[in-house]
């Protein structure tokens, strides 16, 4: 299940300062408060090394017969073994690497779009980002009938809404796991269910989920997932994994000298090797977190590294459960309109991503007065115009958007409270 439990907030202990000195900018600025993490988070040292050591010392192609060649293709091997540890993937070959989950998304869609016929329907949600929503509407000129799994009033999907809107003819639904503007979680693993009964597939953006909390596809139960790196403390990069006996049957573009195989013929041209290996570097961050959070007794024998990235999204999970409980106590006290989840007691249906305005004041006034107090959050339509339609929200002037991870603290939050009260008080 996606909903993981959540200890009481008060129970979480998490070393939070230790792992903040692990990321430079934390320590360059520490004055700043980073809550725009939603549009990438920081990056820690090791992943810096990785990609300064990859420029330095194997910045070549790969395929070649000389060691820094070889090197590149051991760097690449690795890092699709990280990424499998990671979402917990069958096999190595299911993963790609690339640009950017935008493109994946388009690079599925181009290929389903050959094989749609009479299984034309496709299902999306107006919570999701744009990208996974304008990619599938470019179908309607392959024959595609777009099909609409809607929000209810309080700003949130319903599993149940969408059984009658599947049948013989859906082909695919594709939704989020975690929206990248409200927070707000989806059951994915009962979509999947819903969906593989009539026969259709299932295309998930991880992107706003991965940073806080465990990725599993297979008890996901989903045909494919695309993420991007920048959102798990990694570089600007993409990964895509979808089922290896889906990904050899796909269409897709490529060169006749690459082989019609995953992961080859996903990954069209070069992508930046460097990136890849600060990807890796990510990983084994997260590794390194969730081996410093077993116990003393787990810690005397060596665990797999899937374990040690269960124990760190399972904490992670846990400490941002309390990051989520003081966001919504800080707006709730400025009297903000929260969208999304805004109970206390519903902690399990969301990460901390807040998106809110304030009555009669204008979301840039906000962004701004938090600038200039040291605060960095967002404000505007967060590249979901349809969202911010059904919101009620001016696609000029959009919506706040405060995203935190686990480097951030209580006291920070405490900060954001402050400032938010001051805008309040001086209107």
Not at 21 to 32: K, V
Not at 137 to 146: D, F, P, S, T, W
Not at 230 to 256: A, C, S
Not at 287 to 298: I, V
Request: proline share 4%; charged share 20%.
């Amino acid at each position: 299940m996606v909903k993981q439990q959540l200890v009481a907030p008060q129970a979480v202990n998490f070393a939070c300062d230790r792992f903040r000195s692990l990321f430079p900018a934390l320590t360059e600025e520490p004055g700043f408060i980073f809550f725009d993490n939603g549009a990438g988070a920081q990056i820690p040292q090791g992943v810096f090394d990785a990609i300064n050591g990859h420029l330095l010392h194997r910045n070549v192609q790969r395929g070649g017969r000389y060691a820094r060649s070889m090197e590149v293709d051991a760097t690449i091997a690795r890092a699709r073994e990280s990424v499998a540890a990671l979402i917990n993937a069958r096999d190595c070959d299911e993963i790609a690497f690339g640009m950017n989950a935008t493109s994946f998304l388009r690079l599925l869609s181009l290929a389903i779009g050959r094989t749609l016929e009479t299984r034309n329907e496709i299902v999306v949600t107006d919570l999701d980002h744009e990208a996974n929503i304008a990619t599938w509407l470019q179908l309607e000129r392959e024959g595609a009938r777009i099909v609409w799994w809607n929000m209810r009033e309080d700003n949130n999907l319903h599993v149940e809404d969408l059984a009658p809107l599947l049948t013989s003819k859906t082909r695919l639904v594709a939704c989020t796991v975690a929206s990248h503007a409200l927070g707000s979680i989806v059951d994915v693993a009962v979509v999947a269910k819903l969906a593989h009964a009539v026969g259709a597939e299932v295309v998930l953006d991880c992107v706003h989920y991965a940073p806080h909390a465990l990725i599993d596809v297979q008890a996901f139960e989903c045909d494919y997932l695309v993420c991007s790196g920048y959102k798990v403390f990694g570089p600007h990069m993409g990964f895509m994994w979808g089922r290896l006996e889906l990904l050899n049957v796909l269409q897709t573009f490529r060169e006749d000298f690459i082989p019609d195989a995953p992961p080859s013929k996903i990954e069209a041209g070069t992508f930046i090797y460097e990136n890849v290996a600060g990807m890796a570097a990510a990983i084994t961050y997260l590794e390194t977190l969730g081996a410093g959070h077993g116990g003393e007794e787990e810690n005397t024998a060596p665990v797999s590294r899937r374990a040690s990235l269960v124990r760190a999204m399972t904490s992670i999970r846990e400490y941002e459960a309390t990051l989520s409980f003081e966001m919504l106590e800080a707006l709730q006290a400025a009297g903000a309109i929260i969208y999304g989840v805004d109970d206390t007691a519903r902690l399990a249906e969301r990460v901390p991503t807040f998106c809110f305005t304030l009555p009669n004041i204008a979301p840039e006034l906000v962004t701004e007065t938090m600038s200039d107090r040291g605060i960095g959050i967002r404000d505007g339509h967060m590249y979901a115009p349809r969202l911010m339609k059904r919101l009620g929200a001016s696609l000029d002037t959009g919506v706040n958007r405060a995203s935190l991870v686990h480097y951030n603290t209580v006291q920070e939050i405490h900060e954001f409270g402050k400032v938010l009260g001051d805008i309040v008080r001086g209107r």
